[in-house]
């Protein structure tokens, strides 16, 4: 079994910064990829950021220049640093976890969400 738990929401004012964390635990032969999702109200849920295990790393156009994805392998853990925040950032973000079994199967899991809030 796998657990994935983030931390870090909040309410910020536009321009304002969070960091967000999503750690992984439990029983897995490696991690392949983390990454971020955000689901706005009666909007689809949407890729933020995404990161390898090697370090390669993608970008919503929407973001990139503000955000800042990276992965501490140690610790199983993924941040995603979000600066210059504008109220269109408003939403639930989630993250996802491709792990690797021992067998060899990967695996996604999602964690239950932070609320972040931009606004004045």
């Known amino acids: 079994q796998v657990q994935v738990v983030e931390s870090g929401g909040g309410l910020v004012q536009p321009g304002g910064s969070l960091r967000l964390s999503c750690a992984a635990s439990g029983t897995f032969f490696s991690i392949n990829s983390m990454g971020w999702y955000r689901q706005a109200p009666r909007k689809q849920r949407e890729l933020v950021a995404g990161i390898t295990s090697g370090g390669s790393t993608n970008y919503a156009d929407s973001v990139k220049g503000r955000f800042t994805i990276s992965i501490d392998n140690a610790k199983n853990t993924v941040y995603l640093q979000m600066n210059s925040l504008k109220p269109e950032d408003t939403g639930v973000y989630y993250c996802?976890?491709?792990?690797?079994?021992?067998?060899?199967?990967?695996?996604?899991?999602w964690g239950q969400g932070t609320q972040v809030t931009v606004s004045s």
């Open positions: 996802k976890t491709i792990i690797k079994s021992a067998r060899g199967f990967d695996y996604q899991y």
